[in-house]
């Protein structure tokens, strides 16, 4: 499947388990000697009292990581055509906590992603490692050597780690060399997300993602999400927001604060089935 060109493996282990190691995830993720995915979604069953299912992720490196927005688009529609489900709202236990994925009449889906967090034991961050901190609007910002660049960023958690810079052209700007040295810097023990977003309108912006265990992928929902957010608190962008992906469109809804607690964050846009098959493992 694929939501907005974010491509997964869905595996249904709800009756049956699968015995996953990190060697056979990155064996199936291989897109020349396996099937080849982003991430590989397993779903299980849920121990949780009134959730319906359980539901984890895995990137191409085998690692198992908390959160994917795309994903979950995706495990939604996965578990109606399973017959697992005829649910429109499902309640999902992940490593970042429960969500709920709605799938629309039109066929997309809208997903309660949580709230974001900003502190820096949310990613987490280590300030220590930073060369520089800034504050713009409400938005808390740090600057991060990267290479031979001086990259500010902002950071959200969505369950898992994002850094989000704003830059003039998300088409020239060395996204594939920042991003790899970004999601590994020393200020982020559990590596983090990259996201490089373009504002054009106040509820428009491009955005292109580096994901930690992925490289660059066509859409991240989570990062969406965090690129969103941090363009809100900048007081760049306003609810809702269009965020424009290499693989497509994602509109996110967000709040902000209220009490100085922050609002959930909604995701919408498209899960696809590709095709179906086997496979010996």
């Known amino acids: 499947m694929h939501g907005a060109g974010n491509d997964f493996v869905m595996l249904n282990a709800f009756h049956e388990p699968i015995p996953l190691t990190e060697e056979l995830v990155r064996r199936l993720g291989h897109r020349q000697f396996g099937i080849g995915f982003d991430q590989l979604l397993v779903v299980e069953p849920s121990e949780l009292e009134g959730v319906d299912f359980k539901y984890r992720i895995f990137n191409q490196d085998g690692n198992e990581v908390q959160m994917c927005g795309n ?29 709920e994925p709605e799938v629309l009449q039109d066929g997309r889906v809208r997903v309660n992603m ?91 912006a491009r955005l292109r993602v580096y994901e930690r265990g992925a490289g660059e992928t066509l859409a991240c929902g989570t990062g969406a999400c965090a690129a969103a957010v941090a363009g809100i608190r900048s007081g760049r962008l306003d ?43």
């Open 239 to 281: 609810s809702p927001v269009k965020i424009q992906m290499r693989g497509g469109l994602l509109e996110i809804e967000w709040d902000g604060l209220v009490h100085d607690e922050p609002r959930p964050v909604f995701l919408t846009g498209p899960a696809v089935e590709v095709f179906h098959g086997e496979i010996e493992i």
């Open 114 to 204: 949580g709230v974001p967090r900003f502190e820096p034991r949310d990613l987490p961050f280590e300030t220590k490692a930073a060369n520089g901190e800034h504050s713009e609007h409400h938005d808390k910002r740090y600057d991060l050597l990267a290479g031979q660049d001086l990259m500010r960023v902002s950071i959200v958690s969505m369950g898992n780690p994002h850094a989000v810079t704003f830059v003039e052209n998300v088409e020239t700007d060395a996204v594939l060399l920042q991003g790899e040295a970004l999601q590994q810097h020393e200020a982020f023990p559990e590596r983090v997300n990259v996201g490089f977003m373009q504002v054009c309108e106040r509820d428009f």
């Open 71 to 99: 994903g979950a688009r995706c495990f939604a529609v996965f578990v109606r055509q399973q017959g697992l489900t005829q649910k429109q709202r499902i309640r999902c236990e992940t490593l970042a906590g429960i969500i």
